[in-house]
């Protein structure tokens, strides 16, 4: 099963430098707007309904996307409509897109004897007030990490877990680790085969952990330069044990 991973394009899906390579799934791990807008997140789901050459397509939220936080707060009822007819079940399965939110989906293959479990979580430590945002200290984070399955093969978050993709060094935050700690505790409980991340640009990369592959997808750059290749992650079967490994391209 053939893994084509992109994240960050915060509305420059169109200006992409490098093509999108073709696979069995495609996933987007969140930032898909700049801030949520009506217009900016209707042209990226037509533009993701209308790619062609997977199987299945795969996004969550990010913190820049703040209406699909929003349209789940009593505050906000009313305000996103739109929001809800464009996510509509018959919207997206049509073109075989699945968005995920603190919720899974599986897909069954010929290559494996059993089926592929996918996870999606949009939630961050806490980061300026954005979108799926959390406290870094305390148990609220923890909690949404517990829900993430044991069974998951391929989890797919905004964050990055600490330690992994996550090293920034501006001056606010010099050389430092930004990713979740409770998120990385959670992986190292349950082994998912991949993580699939973006939210820190600067870290866009592979990392090979103990047990788990670690992607950052970030499409654009910290100057918001959409340049960054897209990740390409075969899972395959070797002595009977399926495995996650980075293709290349």
Same mark, same amino acid.
């Given at each position: #099963? *053939?893994?084509? =991973?992109?994240?960050?394009?915060?509305?420059?899906?169109?200006?992409? @430098?490098?093509?999108?390579?073709?696979?069995?799934?495609?996933?987007?791990?969140?930032?898909?707007?700049?801030?949520?807008? +009506? *217009?900016? !997140?209707?042209?990226?789901?037509?533009?993701?309904?209308?790619?062609?050459?997977?199987?299945?397509?795969? /996004?969550?939220?990010?913190?820049?996307?703040?209406?699909?936080?929003?349209?789940?707060?009593?505050?906000?009822?009313?305000?996103?409509? $739109?929001?809800?007819?464009? #996510?509509?079940? +018959?919207? %997206?399965?049509?073109?075989?897109?699945?968005?995920? @939110?603190?919720?899974?989906?599986?897909?069954?293959?010929? +290559?494996?004897?059993?089926?592929?479990?996918?996870?999606?979580?949009? $939630?961050?430590?806490?980061?300026?007030?954005?979108?799926?945002?959390?406290? *870094?200290?305390?148990?609220? %984070?923890? @909690?949404?990490?517990? #829900?993430?399955?044991?069974?998951?093969?391929?989890?797919?978050?905004?964050?990055?877990?600490?330690?992994?993709?996550?090293?920034?060094?501006? $001056?606010?935050?010099?050389?430092?680790?930004?990713?979740?700690? =409770?998120?990385?505790? *959670?992986?190292? +409980?349950?082994?998912? %085969? !991949?993580?699939?991340?973006?939210?820190?640009?600067?870290?866009?990369?592979?990392?090979?952990?103990?047990?788990? %592959? /670690?992607?950052?997808?970030?499409?654009?750059?910290? &100057?918001? @330069?959409?340049?960054?290749?897209?990740?390409?992650?075969?899972?395959?079967?070797?002595?009977?044990?399926?495995?996650? #490994?980075? !293709?290349? &391209?």
């Amino acid at each position: #099963m *053939r893994l084509v =991973c992109i994240s960050d394009t915060h509305s420059l899906h169109h200006q992409m @430098e490098h093509p999108l390579p073709k696979g069995d799934v495609l996933i987007h791990a969140g930032d898909i707007s700049n801030k949520g807008g +009506e *217009r900016d !997140v209707k042209d990226f789901i037509d533009w993701f309904k209308n790619l062609g050459g997977w199987d299945q397509k795969i /996004f969550i939220s990010g913190n820049h996307d703040y209406c699909f936080e929003r349209i789940n707060k009593p505050s906000y009822k009313g305000d996103y409509k $739109w929001l809800s007819n464009l #996510m509509s079940p +018959e919207n %997206l399965l049509q073109s075989n897109i699945t968005y995920l @939110e603190d919720s899974s989906f599986t897909i069954e293959t010929p +290559e494996f004897d059993r089926p592929i479990k996918f996870y999606g979580s949009p $939630w961050q430590p806490w980061f300026y007030d954005w979108a799926f945002n959390l406290p *870094r200290l305390g148990t609220e %984070l923890q @909690e949404k990490w517990n #829900m993430i399955p044991e069974d998951t093969d391929v989890l797919i978050t905004h964050s990055p877990p600490n330690g992994y993709g996550d090293l920034v060094n501006n $001056w606010r935050q010099p050389n430092t680790h930004v990713g979740c700690e =409770c998120l990385i505790n *959670r992986i190292g +409980e349950i082994n998912p %085969l !991949v993580n699939v991340f973006g939210h820190i640009h600067e870290g866009y990369g592979v990392q090979y952990g103990d047990k788990t %592959l /670690f992607v950052n997808a970030s499409i654009c750059t910290t &100057e918001y @330069e959409p340049t960054n290749k897209p990740i390409v992650i075969d899972l395959v079967e070797i002595n009977g044990k399926i495995n996650a #490994m980075y !293709v290349e &391209e």
